[in-house]
């Protein structure tokens, strides 16, 4: 079964902080993913990678920024946090191949800016 | 401009009974459809697909019906059980990203 970890289920950080959000899949995955998930929005998909050192950007990229160092960590940084990234931070990961392969999504991270 | 739209937030319904849940897309490039479910504290969970060469997809309890003439689908949960209280999402694809509705929360009653 595909195991994707964030390492944090809840963070407070103050506003102007370096934040890092990290997750691990086991499942060797090619494809990684985050999510932001704010009520009456939905999932906004703010970066992806498709491959070690590869990255793009989603649909809401400003203010943050990502590293793919090794194939199976993905982590998320917000270089100087705003309250306005007050939100539930949801981690993918998929296997491209034929057909569409689903996301394996962890259990989320909730951050507070304070 | 959100692609993908759920426009009930939520949907009550009794135990035994039918949930239908729905979703309107724009963008006509879609070809993969799907819906994820999610409790409380937990990550959404993948609870169906079709792809857009289909109009209906069934997996146990759970139906997925896709019209691509009125870009429209739609979720039947037959029959409802407590458990399926969740929110669920709606979520399309043209590639590998996908792009999701708000969500519908979901309550059976017993």
């Known amino acids: 079964d595909v195991k994707v970890t964030q390492s944090s289920r809840y963070l407070v950080k103050r506003t102007g902080e370096k934040v890092f959000l990290e997750c691990v899949q086991d499942?060797?995955?090619?494809?990684m993913f985050w999510y932001r998930q704010d009520p009456g929005l939905g999932l906004r998909l703010i970066y992806f990678s498709y491959d070690v050192k590869m990255k793009e950007k989603g649909d809401i990229p400003e203010g943050y920024s990502v590293s793919r160092e090794k194939k199976e960590r993905f982590s998320l940084i917000l270089e100087s946090a705003s309250t306005n990234q007050t939100s539930m931070y949801l981690c993918?990961?998929?296997?491209?191949?034929?057909?569409?392969?689903?996301?394996?999504f962890g259990n989320g991270t909730r951050l507070t800016v304070t | 401009d959100q692609q993908v739209k759920q426009n009930s937030p939520s949907l009550s319904v009794q135990e035994g009974r039918i949930s239908i849940l729905n979703c309107d897309y724009t963008?006509?490039?879609?070809?993969?459809f799907l819906w994820y479910k999610k409790y409380p504290a937990e990550g959404p969970t993948f609870l169906i697909s079709i792809s857009s060469i289909k109009d209906k997809n069934e997996d146990g309890r759970f139906t997925v019906f896709l019209n691509k003439s009125a870009k429209h689908l739609s979720l039947h949960i037959v029959p409802s059980q407590p458990g399926d209280s969740a929110v669920y999402f709606c979520a399309a694809s043209n590639d590998y990203k996908l792009s999701f509705g708000a969500g519908t929360t979901v309550t059976v009653r017993a």
């Open positions: 963008n006509s490039m879609f070809d993969y």
């Open positions: 993918a990961s998929s296997s491209p191949g034929q057909g569409y392969s689903p996301l394996h």
């Open positions: 499942m060797d995955h090619e494809n």
